[in-house]
């Protein structure tokens, strides 16, 4: 042999060139091995899973982080889906030490006799896991090289299983979904163990190309990467022929998730600013669950009764025309460029949930044709028509869909609200809106609006003349009233000699509430109205409190009617009820705040006596008959040129306070009153906070009143000791043979 190779040299360098290159291979393996980045990211695996933000019932309202992950233990996914896998991307994973030789030679043997097309790859489930976790999809060698080592590594660090289970909780599934979990939830709504044949064939594609794959963006695609991943399936047993065909005809059904902006955007982001202070920038990445006191239908309710009154209110108004243009081709052919011109009319005025943006392509005097976002062609007729016929071509509007279909022309609402419930025992929020739509205007105003409450104050001038000796039979002027300059009027414009209490406030009589300020003092009011927790700094110190001209936030006045439905007792609304770690554990339970006695039960209990008055026969009569209740109590508020609508009311197990205004104070229109704006929102949101509860009026305290006749009285201001009249001349002198006790007076001055 070594003549052969002294007389024939060129055989020796072929003998020697393998070893030459299986000894540099070794030594730059060696080499990169010694660089290799720790695996503690695997080993010690820690995915990120966004923040999460919950209903009490369970119902997701939030999420927030760069990643939709639901990290799903390996026993608990489904043994067919992962069988599946790994028939498509890994057939023998479970024999080999991370590199598939005979993939990689059959790949190498491909890429050198194809001439074009992509290079072809044999990556293991363990090197794509390295590359997912460790590098980039780059295809160049040095990183293959790394990549290789790299599964090597990892196979001798974690068992198969432990492989398997990362792999699939950490690929990247397109969308944002992080793992299978997400991608399930995410394009169909389901838990992993409710996914069909189809359905699975299509998650088990989208790892070969999860952008270019992506369902809710390339149907087609992603239907014919399903129907390979359908016959490899077959091929190796693990569904029938008649799987696969009826898995191809099955349509594609990829699951939209409802927009929840609006539903709870603002308590989610007050959950998110609440749990960022608590724990920083891993509250983003640790898979924290936080369960809120929201109840998802009453909340929802409130929210779409809000969107409706601003809608209906937005309909009063003229049309402002469109809300901007932009340049269409005059074809609609996608090749002249429509595609793209509508893409950037969409992206610059996005759908506000159910109020979608639309552009006017063309029309006539009998019908409009536009289109949505989604590509869908919509036709406006009648009304809805007359003011699209001065625009052109390219007009940005907005469109609503009515029943059957049919689809009218609308705007954006300038106007804001808020609403908010609370369960009064507890101080638990149960619904929280905090505006119109959260991507339209972040401002929280159901916390953060100080606005005029207006009559809706009143009711804390009652309380307080109630603790003075007054009853619902009290009389009061109902007479004109001016002072110097200031000269308020009633609304309704009617003036009467007197009223008693409960026909004041009942019919919201501005006089009545001007001398019951006047008699007590502003002082006295404002430090009064400080005990239902109401800012006593921001209300002002004069006789226009009576008209509620000082400034309280929604949840302040939820909290401050709960205490007449709560025996007095003032409770602080709070909204975070517990969070867990992405393991389960509890990291907080929320203690909530103790009650504070704001006024006397008995001063409670005969301040709602005048409230169900209001809410029976007064100006919140609606409440009572639209919901067929006899147990509401509540209180309207409409400020000074109806810049301000208010409704504030109670049942014994819920309070709950709707405000409606312009964010830059001005009129929502001269017939707009807190009655019929407000009071809709706050019934309709009612209706389902107390749905299949029984009438449950409130009930007296055991002491400190007696009830004469129909009426009750404080036992020390009983009968003849009460406060008869203010504001009125003293009556008629008794006969002289009348032994009666002279009626308790209060002096205007």
């Given at each position: ?36 980045p ?46 599946a ?22 790949a ?5 006799t ?6 072809h ?28 080592l ?159 009154a601003?809608f ?64 869908e062609r ?6 809805s ?31 804001e609200?808020?609403?908010v419930?609370?369960d ?34 009143k ?14 039979g ?16 009633n609304?309704?414009g ?39 927790g ?10 226009t ?22 025996e ?45 008055a ?53 009129s ?12 809709p ?57 009348s ?11």
């Open positions: 042999m070594l003549k052969l190779l002294v007389r024939r040299p060129w055989l020796g360098a072929i003998v020697a060139l393998p070893l030459v290159l299986l000894l540099l291979s070794a030594i730059v393996a060696a080499l990169v091995w010694v660089q290799l720790d695996l503690d990211t695997l080993t010690d695996y820690q995915p990120h899973q966004p923040l999460r933000v919950m209903s009490a019932d369970g119902q997701l309202l939030g999420e927030f982080g760069a990643e939709r992950r639901r990290f799903v233990p390996l026993k608990d996914i489904p043994k067919p889906m992962q069988d896998l790994l028939a498509v991307e890994d057939a023998d994973f479970y024999a080999h030490s991370g590199l598939d030789f005979g993939g990689i030679a059959r190498m043997w491909r890429n050198v194809t001439v074009r097309g992509p290079l790859g044999a990556s293991t489930i363990t090197q794509q896991l390295a590359r997912d976790t460790f590098l980039t999809k780059e295809q160049r060698w040095s990183r293959k090289v790394v990549e290789a790299l599964a090597v590594k990892i196979e001798r660090a974690l068992t198969k299983a432990q492989i398997l289970e990362i792999y699939m909780n950490q690929i990247y599934l397109g969308n944002r979904a992080y793992g299978f979990a997400a991608a399930a939830e995410r394009y169909f709504g389901k838990t992993l163990d409710k996914l069909d044949t189809a359905e699975t064939a299509l998650l088990i594609g989208l790892p070969k190309d999860p952008n270019r794959l992506n369902p809710a963006v390339y149907p087609e695609r992603a239907k014919r990467r399903q129907a390979v991943v359908l016959e490899r399936l077959a091929a190796v047993d693990l569904i029938t022929p008649e799987q696969v065909k009826a898995a191809r005809e099955q349509p594609l059904d990829i699951h939209r998730p409802k927009r929840t902006a609006g539903v709870a955007d603002h308590a989610a982001e007050q959950v998110r600013q609440e749990m960022l202070t608590r724990f920083g920038e891993a509250a983003y990445t640790r898979g924290l669950t936080v369960t809120t006191t929201l109840l998802y239908a009453e909340q929802s309710a409130a929210q779409e009764a809000l969107r409706h601003l209906e209110l937005e309909r009063r108004q003229p049309f402002r025309g469109p809300e901007a243009m932009v340049d269409l081709p005059e074809s609609d052919a996608k090749s002249d460029g429509l595609d793209d011109a509508l893409d950037a009319a969409f992206d610059a005025h996005p759908d506000l949930g159910e109020l979608r943006t639309a552009v006017l392509l063309e029309q006539d005097k009998g019908a409009a044709k536009l289109v949505l976002a989604d590509g919509i036709t406006l007729k009648g009304a028509l007359r003011p699209l016929q001065s625009l052109k071509r390219g007009a940005v509007v907005r469109v609503l869909e009515g029943k059957g279909n049919q689809w009218q022309l609308s705007q954006t609402p300038q106007a609200g808020a609403v419930t609370m009064p025992a507890t101080g638990a929020i149960r619904s929280l809106v905090g505006g119109f739509d959260f991507t339209r205007n972040q401002f929280n105003s159901a916390t953060q609006a100080y606005r005029q409450p207006g009559s809706a104050f009711p804390f001038v009652y309380s307080a003349l109630i603790e003075q000796g007054a009853w619902a009290t009389l009061v002027s109902d007479q004109p009233f001016v002072q110097g300059d200031w000269a308020p009027r609304y309704d009617q003036y009467e000699e007197a009223l008693t209490l409960r026909q004041g406030l009942a019919r919201s009589k501005n006089m009545v509430t001007i001398r019951l300020v006047q008699t007590l003092g502003p002082q006295r009011v404002r430090a009064w109205a400080a005990r239902f109401l800012d006593e700094e921001r209300q002002p110190l004069n006789l409190l009576a008209l509620g001209t000082g400034a309280v936030t929604p949840l302040q006045m939820a909290q401050a009617y709960g205490a007449f439905a709560n007095g007792q003032l409770r602080t609304g709070w909204l975070v009820q517990r969070v867990k770690d992405a393991q389960g554990e509890t990291l907080f339970e929320a203690d909530p705040p103790p009650p504070r006695q704001a006024v006397s039960a008995r001063n409670a209990f005969m301040t709602a006596q005048l409230l169900a209001v809410a029976r026969e007064g100006t919140g009569a609606r409440a009572s008959t639209t919901l067929g209740r006899w147990d509401l109590y509540g209180k309207t508020g409409t400020t000074n040129d109806a810049v301000d609508a208010w409704f504030c009311g109670f049942q014994a197990s819920r309070v709950g306070a709707v405000w409606i205004g312009y964010p830059q104070p001005k929502l229109g001269e017939r707009e009153t807190g009655g019929g704006l407000a009071l929102v706050w019934a309709a949101t009612m209706a389902v906070a107390l749905k299949g509860q029984p009438n449950n009026q409130l009930a007296p305290p055991g002491d400190g009143l007696v009830k004469m006749g129909e009426d009750w009285f404080y036992t020390e201001f009983s009968g003849d000791l009460a406060i008869a009249r203010i504001g009125l001349p003293p009556p008629p002198p008794p006969e002289p043979a032994e009666a006790a002279s009626e308790p007076q209060f002096p205007l001055n």
